[in-house]
C-alpha cells in the first residue's frame, strides 16, 4: 500500500524541509490501486519532516469507488492514466505529485497570476515556508523546459491546458518573491497593467574580464534581472532601510565592476516600488536602456496598473497572499 501526497498538501511538501536538501527521485507508478484512501491506513504512513496541521490532508487514489474523506482527510481521483515524470518518491511507502504534476493541479485552484509565480517559485531558490511566516531558500524543483514537456504529454489531465497557457510568463532563476513580483510588473502585457518589456534572465551568471575580475576579486557575477544582449541589469535592493556604509560600499563596486564590462546598472529599491511616480522614473531609465519607446498612458492603463501592483506587491499594503 502506498501513499500519495496530491494539490495543496504536495504543495506545503514541496515547501517542507526534507526536499529542499535536494531533489527527489521520480517514482514509475504505474497503478493507483493499492492507494491509502481511509485515515486509517493514511496515519498508518510515516511521512518524514512533513506536518500536516494547518490543512486537511490531500491524497491521490485511482478511482471513486476508494475515494473517501473525514475531517482530517479527502481522497483526490485521477482520472487518466499515470504518465512518466507525474510522481516522485519520499520513501518505499510515501510518494508524492512531482512539481510538474503539482503545478498542473494548482492551476483548477489559483487564479492566473498566483499560478504563474507559483511557477516563479517552483523554478526559482526561494519557497515560503508551510510552518512559519518566512521565506527560505532551497534548490529549484523543477525547470520551465520540464514544466513545458510535461503539459504537452498531460493529454486529458484536468488543468494542463491551462498550466501550458500560464507557462508563458515563467522563467528559471528567480531568487526571492520580490524579484518574481518586480519581474512581472514590468514584463506582463500591457493591457493587465504591466509594462510589457521583454522578460531577461533571471540571476544568470555573468563572466568577467580581466581588468573586471581584478576589481571585482572573482571572475563571474549574479545580476537579478539581466538582459544580457542589451546588457541592462536591474538589481532589486530590499533592505535600503539598513542600508550600511560597508553596504553602501560594496554596491557602488558592484556598479563599478559592472560599468567596466559595458552594463547598465538600475538600482530598484522599495520606497521606489511604494511610489508610483518614482517607479515611473525607473521604467523610463529601463526603456531607454533597452531602446524602447513606452505607450501612452489612459486611465484604464492607470487603473489596471494600480491593480497589478496591488496584486504582486500585497507586503506593500500590509497584506500578504500565499497561495
Not at 571572475?219 to 532589486?236: A, F, G, N, Q, S
Not at 529599491?269 to 525607473?282: D, T
Amino acid at each position: 500500500m502506498k501513499l500519495i501526497l496530491s494539490h495543496t498538501s504536495a504543495l506545503d511538501f514541496a515547501r517542507a524541509n526534507r526536499w529542499r536538501r535536494g531533489e527527489l527521485p521520480y517514482a514509475a507508478i504505474r497503478s493507483l490501486s493499492d492507494c491509502a484512501s481511509s485515515l486509517s491506513e493514511i496515519e498508518s504512513i510515516f511521512i518524514p519532516a512533513f506536518d500536516q496541521t494547518e490543512r486537511r490532508l490531500e491524497v491521490l487514489v485511482g478511482s471513486s469507488s476508494k475515494a473517501t474523506k473525514s475531517k482530517e482527510h479527502v481522497c483526490r481521483i485521477l482520472k487518466t492514466k499515470p504518465i512518466t515524470g507525474m510522481f516522485c518518491k519520499i520513501n518505499d511507502k510515501a510518494y508524492t505529485v512531482s512539481p510538474e504534476m503539482l503545478f498542473v493541479q494548482m492551476a483548477t485552484r489559483l487564479p492566473l497570476l498566483d499560478l504563474i509565480k507559483l511557477g516563479l517559485e517552483l523554478c526559482g531558490t526561494y519557497a515560503p515556508c508551510p510552518y512559519a511566516d518566512r521565506f527560505d531558500e532551497r534548490p529549484p524543483l523543477t525547470t520551465k523546459n520540464r514544466l513545458v514537456h510535461f503539459c504537452n504529454r498531460a493529454h486529458g489531465v484536468r488543468g494542463a491546458v491551462t498550466a501550458s497557457k500560464a507557462l508563458r510568463w515563467v522563467v528559471d532563476g528567480s531568487n526571492s518573491p520580490a524579484e518574481t513580483a518586480l519581474l512581472l510588473f514590468l514584463c506582463m502585457p500591457v493591457r493587465i497593467g504591466g509594462y510589457g518589456f521583454a522578460f531577461p534572465d533571471m540571476n544568470p551568471e555573468t563572466k568577467l574580464g580581466k581588468r573586471a575580475s581584478r576589481m571585482a576579486e572573482y571572475p563571474k557575477m549574479r545580476c537579478d534581472l539581466h538582459w544580457v544582449d542589451e546588457r541592462v541589469v536591474i538589481e532589486y535592493d530590499s533592505d535600503q532601510e539598513h542600508l550600511t556604509s560597508q553596504s553602501a560600499s560594496n554596491d557602488a563596486r558592484r556598479r563599478n565592476v559592472l560599468g567596466y564590462e559595458s552594463i547598465t546598472v538600475i538600482t530598484v529599491r522599495k520606497p521606489m516600488i511604494q511610489s508610483s511616480m518614482a517607479f515611473e522614473n525607473v521604467v523610463r531609465q529601463l526603456a531607454r536602456a533597452l531602446g524602447r519607446q513606452l505607450r501612452p498612458r489612459d486611465l484604464e492603463f492607470t487603473k489596471a496598473r494600480s491593480n497589478l501592483r496591488y496584486e504582486l506587491f500585497p507586503w506593500l499594503y500590509g497584506t500578504h497572499n500565499v497561495y
